[in-house]
């Protein structure tokens, strides 16, 4: 069962599997920030998710209770949007829960959290929801310009073209 979705023009953050003390201290913040909206979701599979996350600007998952049904929540949206972007939070420790988070480059949040610290990482994430929004289109030109290389190959492509202008010293053309 999934809320609805607000309109395009207001930042959506999308919130799964919460529990009781992660919807209260998401709540908190809410009331203080009435500019963005919230998308409460126990989705059951990853279409629902899917869809969910194609409107969402950042994307939290509770693991407290489900750690694998969560896993698989969190690996969606990291498919879907950056690694920035998303925030798995847990009560109790799960075994790789850390591991196979922190990994992939997203917070692992332990709870609960206070109001500060909520705020400073929301911020954080929708700091860089907009960045990449407002860049979103030009990726996806570039992705075009470059035969439609997948996302993974296409920051492979960047990173290297980044270095290549930093360090020219080391990236000799072939002859």
Do not use: C
Request: charged share 25%; no cysteine; net charge neutral.
């Amino acid at each position: 069962m999934t809320s609805q979705i607000p309109e395009e023009s207001t930042p959506v953050i999308a919130v799964f599997f919460a529990g009781n003390s992660l919807m209260h201290q998401v709540s908190n913040w809410a009331i203080r920030h009435p500019e963005y909206d919230f998308a409460l979701s126990f989705a059951q599979s990853l279409d629902e998710i899917r869809e969910i996350l194609r409107r969402t600007a950042v994307a939290i998952v509770d693991a407290s209770e489900d750690p694998a049904r969560a896993m698989a929540a969190f690996t969606r949206a990291i498919d879907a949007m950056e690694a920035d972007r998303v925030a798995v939070y847990t009560e109790t420790i799960h075994e790789g829960l850390e591991l196979f988070v922190r990994v992939r480059g997203a917070p692992l949040l332990l709870g609960p959290m206070g109001d500060e610290p909520w705020n400073e990482l929301l911020q954080k994430m929708l700091q860089s929801a907009a960045r990449i929004g407002s860049f979103g289109v030009l990726t996806q030109r570039r992705g075009e310009l470059y035969g439609g290389l997948p996302k993974t190959w296409l920051r492979k492509y960047r990173l290297h073209e980044s270095l290549a202008k930093r360090l020219p010293n080391f990236f000799h053309e072939k002859r």
